[in-house]
């Protein structure tokens, strides 16, 4: 916040609007709750505050077993642009999505199920072949075990872990194998098309962290707040208005 022309009172009901609920807000309802004229300033202010998020959870490696896949989410995009479909569609980025997820099962009965502890949503470079590489590099811790379905773009991750296991992508393994990440990859897309409708493509890596950095901290309660409150003062995303 140093150097900031905004009130540092702003601030805190910014961050405490931001981590009272689970769900998000928008800068024009920000806007309205803070009873401010301007909405870039709010703008600005919400995005610092998302980036600070990113920067704390970037501090702690995902580890043990780990879900990944990929998902594509979409952004705005100019008026006028011809459209691309599938992958290469100028609509849509790729997000490497991965979950620790701890397999149980039930003594009784053996059925087997997954415990899912901690998320983390990378925006990927599509231009670049190695980003995925990139990606498994950052964010895991090397004594992970990986569990992916058999993209092609996955074959070196086996490099960077201790593990990693393969399926074809299919119905059950949706279901079962990489089961959270396609509850974190739905659950995300719900939020951001039913709060912020169109999203640039440059933005999207701090909605992401948003998304994230509350998720992982679901059980927190209100001390989403003091830990909201330490990230931001420990953050060098805040230092400059």
Known sequence: MQDSKLPVRTWYLCMALMSMTKKAISAHEMRRQLGMKRYEPVWAMMHKIRAAM?????????????????????????????????????????VAVMAESTPLEDIETGKKSSHCRYFKMKVLETHKSDSVDDCVQESLGEKSIVLSDKATNYVDISKYVEG??????????????????????????????????????????????????????????????????????????TQAD
């Open 54 to 94: 990113g920067q704390r959870d970037a501090t702690y490696g995902l580890k043990d077993m780990i879900e990944f896949d990929e998902a594509y989410f979409p952004k705005a995009t100019p008026k006028g642009v011809k459209l691309k479909r599938g992958k290469g569609s100028q609509r849509k980025m790729n």
């Open 164 to 237: 990693h296991l393969t399926e074809i992508s299919d119905k059950k393994t949706t279901n079962e194998t990489l089961k959270w990440v396609h509850v974190a990859i739905s659950n995300a897309k719900r939020t951001l098309l039913g709060i912020y409708h169109k999203i640039k493509g440059a933005n999207l890596q701090n909605y992401l962290d948003e998304f994230c950095y509350k998720l992982n901290r679901r059980y927190f309660g209100h001390r989403l707040f003091d830990r909201l409150t330490i990230a931001i003062a420990t953050s060098k995303c």
